[in-house]
């Protein structure tokens, strides 16, 4: 078994599409292991992005995800990461999420792509220790 990291970004608690990602979530079969609604610091949505400092994208991204208020979750089953990331679909919603994918289904843009997993174990751990420093 194994643990992920899902956000549901601003834009998905804005257009109140928590209950649909949590609800695909159960229905794939994964665990809800903790669950947090909350506002991010600057800090943390830096460290979370920390890959992506230096990108052209980065300061909007750290805009982005300090706007409003972040559903954070750590998810957990077999294989929990790659089923994550099937469950919300490719970074780009229109050329890489397939339909029935959470982004396929349900957003437009990279920029406001709705969720977040993460993208490997190394990252995951480090992800939830960041988010959820008391698992
Ligand atoms: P996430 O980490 O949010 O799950 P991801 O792993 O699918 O996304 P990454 O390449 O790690 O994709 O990018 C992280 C986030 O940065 C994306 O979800 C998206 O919101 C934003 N992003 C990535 N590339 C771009 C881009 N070219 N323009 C704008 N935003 C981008």
Not at 2 to 20: A, F, I, N, S, Y
Not at 55 to 63: M, Q, R
Not at 81 to 93: E, F, L, M, Y
């Amino acid at each position: 078994t194994e643990r992920t990291l899902v956000l549901v970004k601003p834009d998905g608690v804005e257009r109140k599409l928590v209950g649909e990602v949590i609800s695909r979530i159960e229905r794939k079969g994964l665990d809800i292991v903790a669950m947090d609604l909350r506002t991010v610091e600057r800090d943390l949505a830096a460290q979370h992005y920390a890959e992506h400092d230096g990108k052209p994208f980065f300061s909007s991204l750290l805009e982005f995800i300090t706007s409003g208020p972040v559903l954070a979750a750590v998810v957990e089953g077999p294989r929990a990461i790659a089923a994550w990331r099937q469950v919300a679909g490719g970074t780009d919603p229109v050329e890489k999420a397939t339909p029935g994918s959470i982004r396929g289904d349900l957003a437009l843009e990279t920029g406001s792509n709705l969720v977040h997993g993460s993208d490997s174990p190394e990252s995951a751990d480090r992800e939830i220790k960041l988010w959820f420093p008391s698992l």
